[in-house]
């Protein structure tokens, strides 16, 4: 079978959010010790990203995003300061973080190389406002044919249905489809469940792979590397 579309992960596959995301909470520390002295901020901080590692979005989907994540630093800050504040801190938070991301002038030309021989999809997890804040941060619709958002669908990866979903906005079949992403749980387990062609781990630091997921069939420290796979799939002609 030769592979007619690649799929990619967004978060730590093409940019890297983890790092902006630690900048960002890098600089609101110091607007919050700025701002009120008398605070403990790095204990707010900290607070915050339990608060939200436990809940990003309103479980029950009441809550529009920002109106939620801003009641979480209300709640981070306790009594230090009202909700005029916690949104102020909020919109900081998200701007910094948001800046912070961007497509490498290497992986721009990685995906437009990549599009002269296959269709793209970018398959992401997470809630449809933030992640599409996201790519229209970096310009990601001028590098794909088809975004997908967990957000706008009944199940996130690594349920198989979301997969066929980007297959079939992508003309392809899953098993023509080369799955590439950070995350064992979720890129390869998910591109397994959906028995696609293959599954391409990107793995910077590497990490033994957890005995709980599906092993992925190629491991890779960088995205940029992915031309050497392809190219042992389907050699060129």
Known sequence: MRIAAVIFDLDNTLIWTKQSDANA?????????????????EEIVATFRKLLLAAEKDPDNKMPIDEWRTGLWKKALNSNQNEEFASRVYQLWKKLRLEGLYFDEEVKLLLKGLRL?????LLTNGDSQVQREKIAQIGAEDYFDEIVISGDHAEAKPHPSIFKTSCKLLGVESAQCVMVGDS????????????????VWINPHGKQ????????????????????????LQPPS
């Open 209 to 232: 792979p957890s005995q709980d997921f599906v092993k992925p069939d190629y491991t890779i420290k960088s995205v940029l590397e992915l031309d050497g796979v392809l190219n042992q």
């Open 117 to 121: 021989k296959y269709k793209l999809a």
């Open 25 to 41: 909470f890098v600089q609101v520390t110091r607007f919050i010790k700025k701002e009120i002295p008398s605070s403990n901020a």
């Open 184 to 199: 064992q749980d979720t890129d390869i387990q998910g591109g397994a469940n959906a028995k696609m062609l293959a599954t």
